[in-house]
């Protein structure tokens, strides 16, 4: 089956209500065979855009990932990236902020690990945590001491979706481009892998009673993030919404998504000038002279 992407972007200005979108669709494989070498031709494809990424170096790519717990985050990462070079690509993850950075302003601590042109930045968990768990959890939220004149106005949330749509803005016009992916899982799903968490021993690690005191917000966060893609989903910087049911649909879903907005930048090796072109040639006389001067042994 082919993957179509548009299925799964939002639109800019069309409302988006959750419960309308699938967390499970039609698997695009046909057999554990047929996933293995899909992700493989997905990841390979991948890694030549990098190569050409970072030789440009006209573009930097920021993807950001954002989903309830366990709805495979971490391992779509390491799956569809698994054929990155680690020196033009990093992850960073964010969880509660620390004291160091509530002293700054909400999109610091994130602003700070972008992407440098010719690189590939991930974000596990990023600045819409500002929007999504500080909203539902007041207490993170006051601890950002915001001015109170600002809270008075009742427009903070807006506020920062604003802010969020202008530096992404700001980071398109300047040769960032921006995959956003909320990975849509059901709450039953949820469920069953969480107790896989704790029957596991590789997993049950993972897994603690704040997992469980979240999930009792599940539709309030379901809330907060239909609020969240309709605000800041934008023709330069769309949300898509991955049916995340299935991890191995998902994974060959972000890689189709990733690998296309890596296309539509046309990028090209850079062009040989012909200075250098006769450099190059000097330079290959220069080493087959030094090959045919060597004494015989």
Partial sequence: MTIKIGDFQATPGKNIELSQWPTHVKHF???KKDYKEALEDGINELSKQQKVLYAANSHAVLIVFQAMD????DGAIRH???GVNPQGCQVFSFKHPSANELEHDFLWRTTKCLPERGRIGIFNRSYYEEVLIARVHPEIFKAERIPCDAIKTGNVW?????SIVDLEKHLHRNGTRIIKFFLHMSKEEQRKRFLDRIDEEDKNWKFSQGDIEERKYWDEYMRVYESCINHTTTEDAPWYIVPADNKKNARLIISKIILSSLERLKMTYPQVSKTQEDELKKCRKLLEEESSQKPSS
């Fill in 29 to 31: 494989y046909d057999s």
């Fill in 70 to 73: 366990a709805a495979g985050k």
């Fill in 80 to 82: 569809v990236m698994s």
């Fill in 158 to 162: 807006q506020e920062r979706f604003d």
